[in-house]
């Protein structure tokens, strides 16, 4: 009987001619794609939206276009604005008057809510119609419950 190539290399005859590899590369090979995972996880994880509560920013893209006419927001169509679905105050200041709808008794009050962490404030600079013909500028801001 002739015998198989294979068979002296089941018994460790010429493994000596194998590729291998040393275990400290191994051990950086499987540190770096672990490093890699962990990054990636973090990514992931910090691009994920937040969908429990929704930010003020959000809250102030919903409610621009609901006041604004040819770029100019009017304070009478805040009323307009539909219920919020968490607690909400949003508000217009300009000419040292103030505007304010808050969705219920449950929303923050705008004044009392600066500098504190349970509420997350946006505002941004709009121009408002303030009687006709007479444009200025003012503030729309809205604050909502972390």
Do not use: C, H, K
């Not at 996880?41 to 276009?65: N, Q, Y």
């Not at 505007?99 to 923050?108: F, Q, Y």
């Not at 705008?110 to 444009?135: K, L």
């Amino acid at each position: 009987m002739s015998r198989s190539s294979d068979e002296r290399f089941l018994r460790g005859e010429g493994t000596e001619s194998r590729a291998a590899v040393e275990p400290i590369a191994a051990l950086v090979a499987v540190l770096a794609v672990g490093a890699a995972l962990g990054l990636y996880v973090g990514a992931l994880d910090d691009a994920a939206p937040d969908r429990e509560r929704p930010t003020a920013e959000a809250t102030l893209d919903r409610v621009e276009p609901a006041v604004t006419t040819g770029g100019v927001v009017d304070p009478e169509r805040l009323r307009g604005v539909g219920e919020f679905r968490f607690g909400a105050t949003v508000e217009i200041q300009a000419d040292g008057e103030t505007w304010t709808v808050r969705s219920g008794d449950e929303a923050p009050v705008a004044e009392a809510a600066r500098g504190t962490d349970a509420v997350a404030v946006a505002e941004r600079p709009v121009t408002v119609s303030v009687e006709p013909g007479r444009n200025i500028r003012g503030t729309l801001r809205a604050v909502v419950y972390r």
